[in-house]
């Protein structure tokens, strides 16, 4: 089965930076679109970055409030996903998601229409906490 786990949370001031990790097997396709969503209690979750790849071209999406501060990318085996946080703030506290799916077609179209539901695989999820 596929399996996400990710690391990385913890806590840091405002303005700080971390960066998570999504560390991803049993993948049975050579295609894969992952993300990264967060939660806080009470309220949806929410997608923070997307990368899906044509086998040519590879195509990010970001949220507007992570847009210029957050950087979503995997290494060469797309087995490890991750999100750069600089400039966080405390906005930014939330448990974060790293989420995948192998449905074709564009991924991006997907999670537009579908939000959580465009992806089938998820991980537990690592809190990130920023102090003003």
Partial sequence: ???????????????G???????????????????????????EREEVALIDSDGHTTYTMYADSVKGRFTISND???????????????????M???????TPGDCRVALRVLGTEAFAYWGQGTQVNVSS
């Fill in 17 to 43: 930076s971390l960066r998570l990790s999504c560390a991803a097997s049993g993948f049975t396709s050579a295609y894969y679109c992952m993300a990264w969503f967060r939660q806080i209690p009470g309220k």
């Fill in 76 to 94: 060469t085996t797309k087995t490890t996903l991750y999100l750069q946080m600089d400039r966080l703030t405390p906005e930014d506290t939330a």
């Fill in 96 to 102: 974060y998601y790293c989420a995948a799916d192998n």
């Fill in 1 to 15: 089965p596929v399996r996400l786990e990710e690391s990385g949370g913890g806590s840091v001031q405002n303005g």
